[in-house]
């Protein structure tokens, strides 16, 4: 019989982090839900499922340092954290999408009824391979034969939401100079959104290769399990929460 499941083993959580997080993804999704009726856009429903996972993740994640017995609540917590971002990328695709329509398809090196399909089903790939990792992750913590699957699955699914977020992220750029050059008017226009979606881009990737880069180096060959990235709680906010924020 393994031992008993404890939460946070390699430090001690900060309740008030999890609190202001959990407060601020909360207030966040009230305003995207009045901006999405008030503007009549209903095609974020992405951003709005990030928004929630992360709200329901850290307030699971404040609930599991008052109850660090209770597997399924930190289990939970975690998984929708992880996968969070890659409901954000795909709410980025789908904006970009919309903008290559407005601005004209002549300018785009991908036709934007190929963005769905193509990048967001990496993303729905992506989504599934962390999520399955995660779990695994952190519901196995006494089996390092299963740690080490679970990090070999998580990593696959945070590398191709990495590569793909890339590439989008060149295409958008080749895309935004060429329709820069060929209709400028049009480009001041949805240029505020195009600096958006730059900004918020950039951060999805920081965070992805934080999360990367954690569990690329975390030493799954003792329990438990050892790591920089791992066994501190600063990364997790300042590389994580803060740039989804």
């Known amino acids: 019989m393994g031992a008993q499941y404890r939460a946070f083993k390699h430090y001690e959580p900060s309740e008030a982090a999890a609190i202001i997080f959990a407060v601020v993804f909360g207030i966040l ?8 009726v008030r503007a009549k856009i209903y095609y974020l429903w992405p951003l709005l499922l990030a928004t929630v996972l ?15 017995t209770e597997k399924p609540p930190s289990v939970i917590g975690q998984v929708f954290i992880i ?41 729905l790939v992506s989504i599934g391979l962390q999520s399955i990792g995660a779990t695994l992750l952190f519901n196995n913590e006494d089996s390092l034969d299963e740690l080490k699957k679970a990090r070999k699955i998580l990593i696959a699914g945070l590398l191709i939401q990495l590569i793909a977020f890339a590439v989008f992220l060149i295409l958008t750029g080749l895309f935004d100079r060429k329709a820069t050059r060929g209709s400028p008017g049009k480009m001041t226009f949805v240029r505020p959104l195009m600096t958006a979606f730059y900004v918020t881009g950039a951060l999805v990737m920081i965070r992805s290769i934080y999360r990367a880069i954690e569990f690329i180096t975390v030493n799954f060959n003792v329990l438990p399990p050892t790591g920089y990235f791992f ?15």
Do not use: K
């Open 29 to 36: 999704l009230v305003a995207h839900i009045w901006q999405s």
């Open 54 to 68: 992360e709200c329901a993740g850290y307030i699971l994640r404040e609930y599991t340092i008052h109850h660090r």
């Open 83 to 123: 996968i969070a971002p890659a409901c954000l990328a795909a709410a980025l695709y789908m904006i970009v999408e919309r903008i290559i329509l407005q601005v004209g398809t002549i300018y785009s090196s991908l036709r934007p009824s190929w963005i769905t399909p193509i990048f967001v089903g990496f993303d």
């Open 231 to 245: 066994n501190v709680e600063w990364a997790y906010y300042v590389l994580d929460a803060l740039p989804i924020a």
